[in-house]
Nanobody, 127 residues
Framework: VQLQASGGGLVQAGDSLRLSCQVS????????MGWFRQTPGKERAFVAA????????TLADFVKGRFTISRDNAKDTLYLQMNNLKPEDTAVYYC?????????????????????WGQGTQVTVSS
């Protein structure tokens, strides 16, 4: 399976962006999905995750109330809607996939839980 993230850009504080992650090569609906972000010199950090059945989502505390993760299995696409962006949200955002046999598996939040990664899309928020 291949992941292609897009939608990043340069915005001002308070603006919104929607990131997309197009999945190809395998059946998207069999994968739990996640978003992570990374800034220079820091470890990749969990942002949001959703299970394959969209039954459950998990968000990092620092994005709750601002970001929403969703997926469209018919379009093989994962989304991250980011509202009220802050300068500290500036990072490269990565989507990740993990095959799952269950529609209801709890979304995974650790980098090591995912074996498949996209190339990343840069989000820059100016103050």
């Amino acid at each position: 399976v291949q992941l292609q993230a897009s939608g990043g850009g340069l915005v001002q504080a308070g603006d919104s962006l929607r990131l997309s992650c197009q999945v190809s090569g395998r059946t998207f609906s069999y994968y739990n999905m996640g978003w992570f972000r990374q800034t220079p010199g820091k470890e990749r950090a969990f942002v949001a995750a959703i299970n394959r059945g969209s039954v459950s989502t998990t968000l990092a505390d620092f994005v709750k109330g601002r970001f929403t993760i969703s997926r469209d299995n018919a379009k093989d696409t994962l989304y991250l809607q980011m509202n009220n962006l802050k300068p500290e949200d500036t990072a490269v955002y990565y989507c990740a996939a993990r095959w799952s046999s269950s529609l209801r598996e709890t979304p995974h939040t650790r980098v090591g839980d995912y074996r498949i990664w996209g190339q990343g899309t840069q989000v820059t928020v100016s103050s």
